[in-house]
């Protein structure tokens, strides 16, 4: 259970530095509205981060499992992050036309 918490922190700190807290604003602003995002993403990136963590890496100590989480988010946050930039300037350019 400790490294899955572990693996869970360190998506966790990687989520804020690529999200920069942005998500957690807007879940404060309108809850209802973006509840099912802030959902996804505890369970996707956090809990995925301590599963893999946990299983996928096998950490030996708890700088492994820590680093395990970092990646995880690191990783997948920023593939999908990319993504959400290429949304938002599509969107941009269609609304300057």
Not at 1 to 12: C, K, N
Request: contains cysteine; hydrophobic residues 50%.
């Amino acid at each position: 259970m400790e490294h899955f918490l572990l693996g869970v922190g360190g998506a966790f700190v990687a989520y804020l530095a690529i999200y920069r807290e942005s998500r957690f604003r807007e879940f404060l602003k309108n809850p209802r509205k973006c509840w099912n995002t802030f959902l996804f993403d505890l369970l996707f990136f956090l809990c995925a981060g301590g599963l893999v963590a946990k299983f996928l890496i096998d950490a030996q100590n708890n700088k492994e499992a820590f680093m395990a989480g970092v990646s995880w988010q690191g990783i997948v946050g920023g593939i999908l992050s990319g993504n959400e930039l290429k949304i938002a300037k599509a969107a941009r350019q269609r609304r300057g036309r």
